[in-house]
């Protein structure tokens, strides 16, 4: 079991909040830029012949002797993608990084359907495969934890880009989506995302890493193999080198992160060996969402 | 001794153990492979591997604690062995062992006066010439203290004057190596070895604590010997059988011929053959008729410097030695007869018979007559003499004037060349004296033992048996009988033609045109007369020279922190893996 039940309830507080408005596919909580039928009054626009008669405002005609109809709010679902890493580097850690990120997967989706938003898990490594079909319903979450539980990380990092263009195809509406990946793709990875903000998806970028890629515990000459292309890297580690590494891995993790805020998108950093719920509730407080 | 500003090594040689720092750190990078160690993904150690070499020889270096440590142990170690000294840490008093080498082969003369009195010399210039404390050792059979460490060095030196050479053999290489190594527990700063056997074979790292120097002296130069027969007459008696043992002290072959000499002087060739490597060898001669005569061994001159010991007598043994013995009849000395068929004991009473014995053996002082015959007389140590038992000596001799033994001065005590004098030591006894008195032309030993062999507390100890055969032998060595003697025997009275020299060493045979015979060199040791050039003494020995105490050198506290280092990378090795 991924969750506990008591922790389920929990993340019945949360929900997801947008910068902007996004249009929906299905009536759902949020307010659509489209026009609709809600309760809401949203403006006020001059009657030109042919609007629906009943929207008139009477009162206002009374007063300014010209006729303007009321514009209603429409409310709609938000569309949440979770494209979740499942390369073979994610099954690093203890935990792995991996179980790390199907749980938040697994409470992002929890969350969003809890307000009847559309949630689809992809994972992608090779290339891009849908996890679930698109969930609205509260009770697709047990479909979505089981599909995210028979999944395991072994495949093979390709081409993010590819992935992106992928997954672009496949939803053609804009929505949120939860990136969770470690992020080892190289220049491939800025050019998926740099596809991702030109559709408009407001992207929120969850870098898992383990506690050992941030400080290393190897000393002395080793062989580094790794653990998807089984390419070998030997060296001798010593203090020096492991403070040159952690000075790479802070420009890179930099780099990654200016380039996201950039593009309106947010970073954030999630450690495999910190709690769980804290690093929810960090990941909603730091991408807008609200308790 | 190498000298710094401040620090010198007493052991400078030891120093060369830092070219150890070679293997050891070429071993380590040999055996530094790397481990294998999965990770996600190798991207950042690419970028790092393009900023730095970390497979620098300095990177890996600079990364290895272990060897850092080994290194450092190493070092402290070699430091420890080379016995660093500063004037701010010596202190102390030195010490400094001699021994004088007292074998029978010290009195040749090839050097003048003679070997023993050159290294007696160079023995009392060491004492006089030294300012710590001295202690004196004689080699002969074993090792003896003559004089234990002692401040006063002038008495030490005279005690070195008094000593004479006896006629044991020095014993082996590896064994004198041993009897130095018990010297160690006396923890010497200096040993001199004074001595002519030169073939010593002493390590580099022998006794490393102490400087041993080693001085030798003799000329150098070749030899063939004679030096030991095994002979026996065949079944009809008139047959001689002879395995000679002949030493060759040469590094080539030698050829050498053997002939027998009978007491008509003529010389009828036995064998001839070819020695071929250094050391001694085991000749079997044909069986010849002869009932005495002399063995002569023919080898060429340069090969064979020395003529002396080319020479062996034999003869038919003739009649037993008599010995009389004065002791009550329950007494141990009176199973004798039974141990020692070769000899013809008698029992005398209070009167001494007309018939003269040939030696006599007493328990307590002995009668006047017996001053006129080898004797040897047991003294108790301790309590009073038994009446009746005891004959009363009818002289001054000094000894007797003292019932406790323990408490006779040093001046009234002899350092003896009595065979086996340690066995004295084994029985708890001691030898009070042994002297050689000359009375009417003839050289009589005496030796005093206090030492009670009817003592209950010395009843059934094994060694009792063989000291009083050593003493027997020691005391009719004249008259002994014996087939054969290598030339210069004092047994050999028909050769000499007079009285024999009872000491060993060279002589001139009288009228014999200057020849010159090697008298009781009985052991193959010993006839190693002519010995190699002075020694080139090592590194260690040289340390001997530096004149300076220990107690509070550091080298101790070094090696210590060099051994905690090491204990420190085991347990830093054992948590790390």
Redesign the interface.
């Known amino acids: 079991m991924l969750f506990d039940i008591k922790f389920f309830k929990s993340l019945k507080l949360l929900s997801i909040i947008t910068k902007r408005h996004f249009r929906g596919e299905k009536i759902g909580h949020r307010r659509s830029p489209n026009r609709g039928a809600s309760a809401e009054f949203a403006e006020y626009k001059e009657y030109l012949p042919g609007d629906d008669l009943r929207f008139i405002d009477w009162n206002l005609y009374a007063r300014l002797d010209r006729l303007y109809i009321k514009k209603f709010h429409n409310e709609e679902d938000l569309n949440v993608s979770i494209l979740l890493d499942t390369s073979q580097?994610?099954s690093?850690g203890n935990p792995t990084?991996f179980d790390h990120a199907r749980k938040i997967a697994a409470a992002i989706a929890y969350i969003a359907l809890q307000h009847r938003d559309t949630a689809r898990i992809y994972s992608f490594a090779q290339g891009l495969n849908p996890i679930s079909e698109g969930g609205f319903r509260r009770g697709h979450i047990h479909r979505m934890m089981g599909f995210l539980e028979k999944t395991s990380a072994v495949g093979r990092s390709q081409s993010f880009e590819e992935v992106v263009s992928h997954f672009l195809l496949k939803n053609t509406r804009a929505g949120v989506v939860f990136l969770l990946t470690?992020a080892?793709f190289?220049e491939d990875l800025f050019a998926g995302l740099k596809r991702l903000a030109h559709r408009k998806f407001e992207t929120n970028f969850v870098h898992v890493l383990?506690p050992e890629?941030l400080n290393?515990d190897?000393?002395?000459?080793?062989?580094?193999?790794?653990?998807?292309d089984q390419?070998?890297?030997?060296?001798?580690?010593?203090?020096?080198?492991l403070t040159?590494?952690e000075e790479?891995?802070r420009e890179?993790v930099d780099e990654l992160r200016t380039f996201l805020i950039r593009k309106g998108m947010r970073y954030h950093q999630s450690l495999t060996n910190t709690q769980f719920e804290s690093t929810l509730l960090k990941l909603f407080e730091c991408s807008g969402g609200a308790a | 001794m190498l000298r710094g500003r401040g620090v010198s090594f007493l052991n400078p040689g030891f120093l060369a153990g830092l070219l150890l720092l070679g293997p050891v750190i070429a071993l380590y990078f040999l055996k530094?492979?790397?481990?294998?160690?999965?990770?996600?993904?190798?991207?950042?150690?690419?970028?790092?591997?393009s900023?730095?070499n970390?497979?620098s020889f300095l990177?890996?270096f600079?990364?290895?604690l272990f060897l850092l440590l080994q290194i450092l142990s190493i070092v402290l170690a070699v430091l420890a062995t080379a016995r660093p000294i500063g004037s701010f840490w010596s202190s102390g008093q030195s010490s400094r062992i001699i021994i004088l080498d007292v074998s029978a082969s010290m009195q040749a003369v090839d050097v003048k006066p003679s070997r023993f009195s050159m290294a007696q010399k160079r023995a009392a210039e060491l004492c006089r010439n030294f300012s710590g404390r001295v202690a004196l050792y004689s080699i002969g059979h074993s090792l003896m203290p003559v004089v234990r460490y002692t401040d006063a060095t002038e008495g030490v030196a005279n005690a070195v004057m008094k000593l004479i050479p006896g006629h044991q053999a020095t014993p082996g290489s590896d064994r004198v190596l041993r009897l130095l190594r018990d010297l160690e527990g006396l923890s010497p700063d200096e040993i001199f070895l004074l001595t002519d056997t030169p073939d010593l074979q002493i390590r580099r790292d022998f006794m490393p604590q102490t400087a041993l120097t080693v001085e030798t002296f003799g000329r150098e130069g070749a030899n063939v010997a004679i030096v030991g027969a095994d002979l026996a007459f065949d079944e009809s008696g008139k047959n001689v059988e002879v395995t000679l043992s002949v030493l060759s002290d040469n590094f080539v072959p030698v050829e050498i011929s053997l002939s027998f000499q009978g007491e008509d002087g003529r010389l009828s060739r036995l064998q001839s053959l070819t020695l071929p490597y250094q050391g001694v060898h085991s000749v079997d001669l044909p069986a010849f008729a002869a009932k005495r005569g002399t063995i002569v061994l023919d080898a060429p001159p340069e090969r064979n410097l020395s003529l002396a010991d080319d020479r062996w007598y034999f003869s038919d043994p003739g009649l037993k030695p008599s010995v009389g013995i004065m002791a009550p009849s329950d007494s141990a000395l009176l199973r004798l007869p039974k141990a020692l068929p070769l000899i013809s004991f008698t029992r005398i009473g209070a009167a001494f018979p007309a018939d003269l014995p040939d030696a006599v053996l007493g328990l307590g002082s002995l009668p006047i007559e017996a001053r006129k015959l080898p004797t040897c007389a047991f003294l108790p140590g301790q309590g009073s003499l038994q009446p009746g038992e005891i004959l009363p000596w009818e002289a001054d001799h000094p000894l007797l004037k003292f019932a406790n033994w323990d408490a006779v001065p040093v001046k009234c005590m002899k350092p003896g060349t009595l065979p086996g004098t340690p066995l004295v030591e084994s029985v708890e006894g001691s030898l009070l004296s042994e002297e050689v008195v000359t009375l009417d032309g003839r050289q009589i030993s005496h030796v005093w033992v206090a030492m009670d062999p009817d003592h209950p507390s010395v009843q059934g100890n094994f060694f009792i048996p063989i000291l009083l055969f050593n003493i027997l032998e020691h005391l009719l060595r004249d008259k002994f009988p014996r087939l054969s003697y290598p030339v210069g025997n004092p047994g050999l009275a028909a050769l000499w033609k007079g009285p024999a020299p009872t000491a060993a060493g060279l002589f001139e045979i009288p009228g014999g045109k200057g020849n010159i015979a090697a008298v009781n060199l009985e052991a193959p040791s010993e006839a190693h007369l002519t010995p190699a050039s002075s020694r080139t003494p090592t590194s260690t020995q040289l340390a001997g020279h530096a004149g300076r105490a220990q107690e509070n050198s550091p080298w101790k506290g070094v090696l210590s922190v060099g051994m905690v280092l090491l204990l420190a990378e085991w347990f830093l090795f054992m948590r790390r893996n």
């Not at chain 1, 390419?231 to 580690?237: A, E, F, P, Q, R």
């Open positions: 580097s994610m690093f990084k470690d080892l190289g383990t890629e290393p190897l000393a002395g000459p080793v062989e580094l193999v790794d653990s998807e390419s070998k890297v030997s060296l001798t580690v010593n203090k020096t080198v040159l590494y790479v891995l890179t | 530094t492979r790397p481990r294998t160690r999965p990770v996600p993904s190798n991207a950042i150690w690419r970028i790092v591997l900023r730095v970390p497979n990177q890996r600079h990364n290895s």
